[in-house]
């Protein structure tokens, strides 16, 4: 069983100016971070503009992504698609590009539609053609959809569903979860801002934006709270919240970018229709992580 | 300018039992619909399941379509997606399969960050990189972004913006677009539930997925209002409140499709995680059909 | 069987600057008002701060109301309230006071648990209970509860539910509203801005906001369109979308009491925490009126 | 300053068959809560069914619980209320009755134009004319508002305003209304099921359903925090989860009810058009209350 105990960031995809990709960035980037103390990486998933890129694209970075990787680091890729047949497909593509898991967004488009058989429907399928593990992915605020936590705890008994990345930050759901679910199931909180309360009821890991600019800080709550040290933690993951939510409900993708341009690696332009933030914008994200000690 | 006055049904995008694509019975389908009183059509758009299609089967399927609709018929074909980049490759590859004009739903899954400016920006690049006419598409129950009418007015501006569908049901929004926009701009209703009202505010056509059961009812609505017998078109408009509701928002896709079966077409499935209506439903659906005189 | 045919105003209450009923202001107004075009008024309703009176204060108002307004025209009292035995109570105070019938809008604190059997329930002990006429009342923008198609259907088969004033917006909900109940049951528009189009799919009346200002207006809108003009009725429902706007979902009740200001009746203050609006927004909403020739 | 620490359960309110109020069984209830380890009650809030409530009633049932709780324990009266006239009053009229503080919902009705200025001009004449301290309380489930962290570190330095109970389930913005407040603001988690995710970002209460049924577990819970026995504190939390669950968002204040009955307290009836539990939903209730040895 694959572990997934740690830090693992979301990486944004670069981009050229003129929006192709760039994965020269995305090697020096990782040879960055492969530095600093991660447990392993989304690559292709919301915050990489995964919807923004062609399947060919998505494979291509992962790809490359694999070749700049730590061997003893994970790489989970994004596989998340409309329909249970691309989905699959995308599955086995990241496989081959040499994705250790895959991590599978709810769909939504038809999401009136998609009750729970068929959202049931859809991962089992999933789970059992995929050659890898499947880690489920819950993001109310880009999918309109919250996959209840009675799915969740069907799902977790398939033997290749390993864990699920929850950013709805509802801890409650996220309590019940891990309590109605198998010991193996492992469950990752979608933020840095309820990390610690997500440790608290029985996370193991973290997905979070902000550990693209802050692995240390983030890796240091996460030893803290295995040690025993809650006001250490508590201390710590108070300093998060601010930066966290400049580079995600704020500011979103291009407030990441523009984050990741201050502090040295590359951040780059989004895709259209997303926008570059603003001058304006830019000195307060600038403020918010210099309060934060982040640059 | 290309007229988009009439009935574009939006149709079903039929697959095999195995969900591959299945061109057979699309021509089939689009031949009988030849004989019906419509305008044109709808190919790959959220009826045609188009996100759960690959970019290259919805050029198959527009390909497929056009060889088989009939000349004097527009063919106006679902080029949308979330980035401006593939818009504008999906576009650029239905003008080469011979479609008249492109359809192109709001991106949204990055929905919190598509504001005036954003979405001003991705239809402004897309008209101005398209070499077919561009309709835009407003469907809040599936993307969960409503089009502001503010947008629309200055995005009607724009001599290759000739339209918009809109699917959210508001008719004041639809009559401040068209009192708000130039004469050359045309609405189209999103539904055949509320067609009468569209017209009433201006709207010239109307994209029901209605119309592939009930095109001649839904032209004979047209043509009455066209003409002045407003009885005769409030009559027919409230016969069609009850059927229209069973092929959407009630049993969705997979309910249009087993209503094409029941009526001779070929329905067939939909692509997973859609499913297929249960045996309780097809019933309720058979009998809303008999009671609208539809079968 | 009391017909709602006709313009029936849903007048807000007039305070004095210390935020006091001002009764003398109430009649003032009405006093203009019974010479303009209208079947009568609703009092103590939504836009009437209904939620910010206390019970003594509806009743005041409504039996003051009932002093001033034209024998000939109908009072239909807000008498909607969280709980059963509140509308109870609220219905019987204001027959005592007057009114002509009662409108109801649905409970909606405990959303979540509001379902169809609870909505039945409601107003069937209500209709029940009330010696005046129930009118039902669906505003999703301020209870974030639309009242099923189904139950209102449920409910017009009761002889002392008389009719409803639907704010929601859909058409097509409207008509299989009207056309799935006995043709005593009478739709009234919930707004100006979508008043033609009601008419078209059955509305025999309105409760426009926008009456408070535009009476004759919409009083035109209404015989033109039972007198089969539909252009001239079109041509009147376009030229109120952007001045009815103003004063609802832009400027809110504040909007439409600063509009009451301009044109010679007393507006006046709004309760907090409702604000005044600006002087920024005041010029707009001038310009607005202005353009649409009603100052 | 008056401290929050502590349980204090949001007693609902006992009715007869009649739904009139029925004092004595709340006296019953409250002495036999008095032997309970909690550190007061919140009386006529959103659980009480104050929404349901005359305010002469409500005053009743405050005036009525004053007397029957125990010297040494916080009465906090629910006062919120549409106006911030009403809720002036109320708070007044809840200082004659005997509360120690009081707890102010937000309003909600005319939400759209309740932004910022609206409810911090609302709470701080609230404030600043009650002669009670103010806790702040913001439930989005019910209100379909969210008061905003900004808005609430804004308030926070008002000296009568000592805290908020915040029933919204963010983490993330508990954190950031703890650490962007005055250390004496304090912070009560709105829910037994989040409770110890609110104490570790720095929570000192909680207002529980549960509170009413499972004292002793909650209080043990926030004892095994306070002396670090984290574990403990985990184990306990996680069986809160289930029956949280089924008296509120599965069965709601009915379902609350029927628990108090069960366990020989007196819950009786809820006011219409709140319906009582069917009796399968009742064996569910017993069946998730038994499992988790709370009968």
């Not at 890796?219 to 710590?236: K, P, V």
Request: aromatic share 6%; net charge negative; hydrophobic share 45%.
């Amino acid at each position: 069983m694959l572990s997934l105990r740690g830090i693992f960031p979301p990486i944004p995809t670069p981009f050229r100016q003129d929006e192709s990709l760039d994965l020269e960035n995305l090697k020096a980037n990782l040879a960055r971070w492969n530095d600093e103390p991660l447990a392993g990486y989304v690559v292709a998933g919301s915050n990489g503009e995964a919807v923004a890129l062609s399947s060919e694209e998505r494979f291509q970075l992962v790809g490359a992504a694999r070749a700049a990787i730590r061997e003893d680091r994970l790489l989970i890729a994004g596989a998340g698609a409309e329909s249970t047949r691309q989905t699959i497909e995308l599955t086995e593509g990241m496989r081959r590009e040499g994705a250790d898991a895959v991590i599978v967004v709810t769909p939504s488009y038809y999401g009136p539609r998609l009750d729970d058989t068929a959202l049931l429907d859809h991962y089992l399928k999933v789970a059992d053609a995929s050659q890898l593990p499947v880690v489920l992915y819950n993001v109310p605020v880009y999918t309109g959809l919250d996959l209840p936590a009675r799915v969740v705890r069907e799902l977790a008994t398939h033997e290749n569903i390993i864990g699920i990345k929850e950013s709805g930050g509802s801890i409650a759901k996220m309590d019940s979860m891990v309590n109605g679910t198998p010991a193996e199931f492992q469950l990752l909180s979608g933020s840095a801002s309820f990390f610690l309360a997500a440790l608290v009821v029985g996370a193991v890991g973290v997905v979070p934006a902000l550990g693209c600019l802050a692995a240390e800080r983030i890796s240091a709550l996460l030893l803290a709270y295995e040690s025993g040290n809650l006001d250490t933690a508590r201390e710590i993951q108070a300093s998060l919240v601010a930066p966290n939510e400049a580079i995600t409900s704020k500011f979103g993708i291009a407030g990441l970018k523009a984050a990741l341009d201050l502090i040295g690696f590359y951040g780059g332009p989004v895709r259209a229709p997303l926008q570059a933030i603003t001058q304006e914008e830019r000195a307060i994200l600038e403020d918010t992580l210099a309060e934060a000690d982040l640059i």
